[in-house]
């Protein structure tokens, strides 16, 4: 008889802990705001280096990793 009220006790005292372990992990996985927003990417018209759109060089519908690529034109 001691022996299942150990048992009854030990299952109470697992599902309290479960559902608290999964209370935190359901907080720790909501994404964050501060993740960095994803850019689009474009190759470099004379070496074919993938840079953010937001950094590369435009020039005449070409994109260039630097201003050096873009004076010496498409490869």
Partial sequence: M???VLL???AVAYGIWRSQR????RRSS????N???VQNMVAC???GLHTP???AVEHQGHHY???AHRQQGPA
């Fill in 2 to 4: 001691k022996y299942l």
């Fill in 8 to 10: 009854a006790v030990l």
């Fill in 22 to 25: 999964e209370a935190t992990v």
């Fill in 30 to 33: 909501t994404p964050s705001s």
């Fill in 35 to 37: 993740l960095p927003r």
């Fill in 45 to 47: 018209a004379h070496c």
């Fill in 53 to 55: 759109a937001a950094d």
């Fill in 65 to 67: 990793c630097s201003l």
